[in-house]
Every structure is written in C-alpha cells, then in structure tokens.
C-alpha cells in the first residue's frame, strides 16, 4: 500500500492527536487532515490495496473503483465543512469521535471484504454515539442509548449474515450479491436497510438526529445514512424490493414532516425521504438509476447538511428549536437565512441548484424503465419536500410571528461552511460536468431540457400557491409525533417492568426457597457424605492398605536369601498343589 493512502487512517489516527492540541494550532490541524484526504481521494488510483489472509479468509482493506471515489469524495469534502463549522467548538470529544466517525464511514466505502467493513461499520456506529451523548441532558442521554441500542443490534444482524454468507460461499470478500436471497443476504440486507433509515427501521434516525449537538448533529446528517447507500449499492443493484421500500420512504418522510415542530427532527424526516430515491434508484438497477442514487446522495450531503448549519445556527444563538417559539429572525440573521434558503432550493430540485440535476436523474430511470407509480409518488414526494423545507419551516423560522428573540449572525467560521456547502449547491446545479463525470457509468442524462425545466417550476410554483392558500392549516402545534419508536420505547418499558417486577418476585421466591430448603439439605447431605467418607471410604481403603504392608512385610522376612530355604518352599508348594489337584479331580 506504498503508492495508496487511506484517508480513512488520516482521520482515525489524526485524531489522536487532538487533545493534545489548542487554540490556532488546533484549529490549523482540524482543517488540513480533512484538506489531505480530499487530495489523498482525488490522486488515488483504481485498484485493491492491503490484501491479507485472516484466519484462513482473503482480506481487502482497500478497493477504490469509481463507485467508492464518487462517495469517498462527497465525504471528505463534507468532513472539511463539518470541521470548518465546529471550529468553534472547544471540546476536543466533540472533534475526535466526528473525525473516527468520518474515518470509519470512509473505511466502509473502500472495504473490499466483510471483516473490515464490520470494524469500521461498528466503529461509525459508536463514534457518532457520542456526538449524541455529548450534548448533555436526560433526553439526549436517553436518545443516545436508544441509538446504540438499534444500532449494536443491527450490528449483530449484520455479523449474523457475515458468518452465513462465509459458510456458505467460503469467501468473505464483499461485492454484489447475486442469485437466490438466502438467510445470509436478507439479514445483510436487513442491517444495510435499518442504517440507510428504511421504515420501519427509520425511528433512530429522527430519535436521535435532533438531540446531538449543534455540529453533530450536522455530520451525522451526512455520513450513517449515505453509508448505508454505498454498501446497497454495492451489493444488492437491481433488488426489487429495494424500489418500493425506497418509494415508500419518499412518501413516509414527506408526511411526518407535516406532522413535526421541531425543525431539525423536520429535517431528520426528510433525510428519510430523500434517502429513499437513492433506495428506490439502487432497486431499479439500471445504470442511470445508480448514477442517479450515487449524485443524489453527492448532493444530498451538501445541502442536507447546509439545512442542518442554518437549524444549528438558530439553535446555537437562541437556544430555541421549536418553530412554535421561533419566528422574526430574518431581520437579525440575514445571511443565516439567504444561506439556508440555498440548501432549501437544492433539496427541492429548484433549477440551478444541485437537487435539480441528481433528483431527477432517478425519476428520469423510474419512467425509462416503465415505473409510472415509482414516477408517480418521487414527484409528489418532491412536492411535499418543497413545501416543508422550502417553505413552511423558513417561513415559521426566520419569518412569520416575531417572538422577540434576542439573535444574531453565528461565529464566522459557522457562515464560512455554510457558505462552501452553498457555493457547491449552486456550482453543482449550473455546471454538472464534474459530478457527472464522477459517477459509476457513463452519463447520458440532460437535465436542462426545455420540458423538464417547465414541469419543475410548474410544480414548485403550485406547492406554492398551495402553502399560502392553505398557510393557516400547516400552522405547526406543539406536539409531538409518534413514530415507530413508540414499539422499543414501550417495549424497553415493558421489559423493564418485567425485569423489576414479576421477573424479580420470582427471582426473590427461588432465593427464599433456596436459602431455607435447598441450601441446609445440601449442607446435610455434605456432613452425611463427609462421615462416610471418614469412617466408611477410608477405613476400607486404610484397611486394604495396612492389610498389603503386612503381606509385604511377611514376604520380605521370607526371603531370606538361602538356597536350601527356596528349595523346601519349591517342595512345599508342589506337594500342596498335588493335594489340591487330587481333590479336585475326585
């Protein structure tokens, strides 16, 4: 691996030396480990590196081909940001658990076996663990270990389908997995569909997402989830299944978004919907189907996490993350808001900027391949995204009732990332060569047609006028959602009240019994056990033995080592050996 860097070892060991760090020099380190993994992605070659024999299995620790090099390079770049954005921050937790996790989700995409994709798989699980855990307070403390609960559990799944897959192929390398769906590949699936948030597996993400800290929360938006894209498409393009769940999280999103309050669980739920055109794109399987899941999810990180930075920012100056207690802003934080509303524009393919170039590249493979429904329900989900992210909750957010809120513009360093997100939305959306150009297969997509263009702002502009006829109906409530959730939430509460009640009562009963019957009975019977064992085993063995020494000692005293004394006892014995024949032969 002389000629290969993995800038997965950049971030991972670059960390280590984090806490040991302050002030500018701290800060001059955090950016430049991420700005040599950008160079180190953009001058790798394709090939596979580090090839190993691991208790008798081919290990590939790095294998870089196109589809590893489009996300390799989205993550670093979205590392960079993130950095740039947490500046700020001077807990240095915060920016060692961000850059393992980057590391780790770095180390999935270019794992060329099973083995290393599960260390680095449980290592981004944990590692963004504690961008929840770090935020402090009961309930993301509670969040955090719900988080972990799902997430070890899909970890086991996960190893489950790794152990039967190597049984039954004999190779633990990791790539398409074609044929028959046995248990090994639905429980491989099952794992790589609850990461990529796939309902009902999807309940981590909105639990868990708004309760990490202000910059964590803007990493984890770009990197579990998007992960979880990489290894579908990896291994399962062209899985039918794949297509309905996937336009089945477009829709699901859409609509826990209407119901939602808190602006970045909103923006957790259309993590969600957006995530299932990647889902849906990677099911149908065509090539301009997983180009286009492979530029959705490039685009989907920049602006996502461009949405997470304006959320964040309000939160970091007012404290406040509720669209009921928010409102006003915009007269305090022009510039958060022109930014955010960038983000918002790409997340609602708005021509120009980069949701409009990748999101209809997926809808565009749906109708090629006969899929009127798939077209159907992405377009209406498209719709429904317009008019929550890019409408209701800037307008609850910044605009709307002004709730005298003391606000200004965040750090700088928070506007500088949200500014180099904005920028790649618009460079993106005007000039798509260079994404194009990156993808899995070659691009034979036009996103600039005269049609295209017409239908897309057709339809943004009726979810307008449909948001300001019907602007009193989407008024948010202080409530709050009930998701899929409620089923390990209540099922943790019922299991603990199993555990503290009747299961304890029980384990009471048995120690009482087992104090008052078993225990003496036990202790009698080793007493009674003892006394035959003095007085009945050892006498018997103690008796044999004295019985041997004194045979012994008789024989000794016998040989007296006289020729004359041997000879008689040679007579002796054969005159008693002739009597005892004789009787027994009458």
Not at 141 to 147: E, K, L, P, Q
Not at 219 to 232: I, N, P, Q, R
Not at 450 to 464: D, I, Q, R
């Amino acid at each position: 691996m002389t000629d290969f860097v993995h800038p997965s070892a950049l971030f991972i060991l670059g960390a280590l030396a984090i806490p040991f760090l302050s002030g500018t020099i701290r800060k001059a380190y955090l950016v430049a480990i991420p700005a040599l993994a950008i160079v180190a992605v953009l001058t790798m070659q394709p090939g596979n590196y580090g090839a190993a024999q691991f208790i008798g299995q081919d290990i590939l620790v790095a294998r870089v081909d196109r589809l590893s090099i489009v996300f390799a390079t989205v993550f670093t770049i979205m590392a960079l940001i993130g950095t740039v954005y947490a500046l700020h921050v001077t807990r240095p937790g915060q920016h060692v658990a961000a850059f393992v996790y980057v590391g780790s989700a770095l180390g999935v995409v270019f794992a060329g076996d099973y083995l290393t994709l599960y260390v680095f798989w449980e290592a981004m699980a944990v590692a963004s663990a504690y961008l929840v855990f770090a935020q402090g307070g009961g309930p993301a403390i509670r969040a955090g270990f719900r988080y972990l609960m799902v997430h070890i559990t899909g970890g086991v799944v996960l190893l489950g389908g790794i152990v039967l897959q190597g049984i039954g192929t004999g190779s633990l390398l990791f790539g398409p997995i074609e044929g028959q769906m046995g248990a090994a590949a639905l429980l491989i699936l099952a794992s790589f569909m609850l990461n990529a948030a796939v309902p009902p597996l999807n309940a981590w993400l909105t639990d868990a997402y708004p309760e990490a800290t202000v910059t964590g929360a803007v990493f984890m938006s770009a990197f579990t989830t998007k992960t979880a894209v990489y290894v579908l498409a990896r291994a399962f393009p062209g899985t039918e299944l794949l297509v309905w769940f996937g336009t089945a999280m477009a829709i699901y999103g859409v609509i826990y978004a209407v119901l939602e309050n808190d602006c970045r669980r909103l923006l957790a739920y259309h993590i969600v919907s957006q995530v299932g055109y990647m889902v849906a794109g990677i099911g149908i399987g065509t090539e301009m189907a997983v180009n286009g899941a492979a530029s959705h999810a490039f685009a989907h990180i920049l602006y996502k996490a461009l949405l997470f930075m304006g959320a964040g920012a309000v939160i970091y100056v007012t404290g406040r993350r509720k669209l009921t207690e928010l409102g006003g802003l915009y007269k305090s934080m022009p510039i958060t808001v022109a930014l955010y509303m960038i983000g918002a524009f790409a997340i609602s393919a708005f021509p120009f900027f980069s949701g409009f170039v990748t999101k209809s590249m997926v809808v565009a493979a749906a109708g090629q391949d006969q899929r009127a429904l798939v077209v159907l329900a992405l377009t209406m989900a498209s719709s429904g995204t317009f008019l929550h992210t890019g409408l209701k909750l800037p307008f609850y957010m910044f605009f709307g009732t002004d709730r005298g809120l003391e606000a200004h513009e965040p750090p700088r360093n928070m506007l500088i990332a949200m500014a180099m997100a904005a920028a790649l939305c618009i460079a993106i959306g005007v000039y798509p060569g260079p994404l194009y150009a990156l993808l899995p297969y070659p691009v034979d997509f036009e996103p600039y047609t005269g049609v295209h263009v017409t239908e897309s702002l057709g339809l943004l502009l009726f979810t307008a006028l449909g948001f300001v006829l019907f602007l009193r109906a989407l008024d948010p409530e202080a409530t709050i959602s009930i998701d899929t959730d409620w089923f390990y939430r209540m099922g943790a509460r019922s299991f603990m009240w199993f555990a503290e009640k009747p299961l304890a009562r029980c384990e009471k009963a048995v120690s009482n019994v087992s104090e008052t019957v078993v225990l003496p009975l036990m202790h009698g019977m080793a007493r009674v056990g003892l006394r035959v064992d003095l007085n009945g085993v050892d006498g018997i063995v103690n008796g044999i033995a004295r019985s041997i020494l004194r045979g012994g000692g008789t024989l000794r005293r016998l040989q007296t080592g006289v020729v004359n004394h041997y000879a008689l006892a040679m007579i002796a014995g054969l005159i008693g050996a002739t009597a005892v024949f004789a009787v027994v032969w009458q």
